[in-house]
């Protein structure tokens, strides 16, 4: 589907778990409206010169968690317009919120643990996801999460979208009807 540009009059702020599909999401829908994406880990790990991961490990996650604060504070001051992907934990702080939705419109890529769990088996990025032993180990820790934050995810979304079984380019048509 191609959307013309001018049709999208508002920043998209996509919100979700990890591995919730935010980053292929972005991708498909920068494909069809032609707007520009960022994604915040990628963009704060750029700045620091490291990964998220070494963030974490070296300067903790409370530092991780002002570097993002700081960058919707910055993206809000500049004007910034496109389509953001952000990391799963963005809603979780109160400050956040408002922040997000400031923004543009904020969109839940609402995704089941196992769907999650599944994607993320293999994954060595998420430094919240380290270290669990086996498949039921990180479903349970994913379950558990999901419960804390599913309330934050739906108080900032002005859209919830179902992920599950769906591929990215349709859930961005999805995300485009919901916009008109
Ligand atoms: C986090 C999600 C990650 C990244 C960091 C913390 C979280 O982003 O920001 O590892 O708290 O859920 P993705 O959702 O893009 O994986």
């Not at 991708?27 to 915040?40: I, M, V």
């Not at 998420?126 to 039921?136: M, S, V």
Request: hydrophobic content about 40%.
């Amino acid at each position: 589907m191609q959307t013309n540009k001018s049709e999208v009059t508002k920043n998209i702020i996509l919100i979700g778990y990890m591995g919730s599909g935010k980053t292929s999401v972005s991708a498909a829908l920068k494909k069809a409206t032609g707007l520009t994406f960022l994604d915040t880990d990628e963009e704060i790990a750029r700045r620091a010169g490291k990964a998220v991961s070494a963030i974490f490990a070296e300067d903790g996650e409370a530092a991780f968690r002002a570097m993002e604060t700081d960058l919707l504070k910055e993206l809000i001051e500049t004007g910034w317009t496109g389509i953001l992907s952000t990391g799963g934990g963005m809603p979780v702080r109160e400050e956040n919120r408002p922040l997000l939705q400031e923004l543009g419109t904020v969109v839940y890529l609402q995704t089941g643990a196992e769907t999650i769990c599944d994607r993320l088996i293999g994954d060595t990025t998420r430094p919240l996801l380290a270290g669990l032993p086996n498949y039921e180990a990180k479903l349970a820790k994913i379950e558990g999460m999901l419960k804390i934050r599913e309330p934050f995810y739906i108080e900032t979304a002005h859209i919830s979208v179902q992920t599950d079984g769906l591929l990215p380019e349709n859930i961005a048509k999805k995300i485009l009807e919901a916009l008109k």
